[in-house]
């Protein structure tokens, strides 16, 4: 199995462990990720950052099985990946420690 394909496998599984796991305010990430998508279907602009944080993990999955389905990317797709971490890790940055839907 290509190698591309294995980190792929291994970042969805990765991704799936992270949802049993504490993730904010003792939450756990099944919890939080409902509350993105909570946000983004209730008050998309009063929320728009986790709004914007359930829409990346959608992407992320889609961009992990179009991986593994085929050889070859498309540079768009190279694109939105290498985006994406920048806003999933400016949690960091913007977060004041205050901000919480949950």
Not at 35 to 62: K, Q, R
């Amino acid at each position: 199995m290509p190698t591309k394909r294995l980190a792929a496998i291994g970042a969805m599984i990765a991704f799936a462990a992270s949802h049993f796991l504490p993730s904010f305010n003792g939450a756990s990430g099944f919890r939080c990720e409902w509350a993105c998508w909570g946000a983004l279907f209730t008050n998309p602009f009063d929320g728009i950052y986790f709004a914007g944080f359930a829409v990346t993990n959608l992407l992320f999955v889609i961009l992990a099985i179009r991986t593994c389905q085929q050889k070859k990317s498309h540079r768009v797709e190279r694109i939105v990946a290498g985006v994406m971490p920048f806003y999933v890790f400016s949690w960091f940055a913007s977060n004041d420690g205050k901000t919480s839907i949950l």
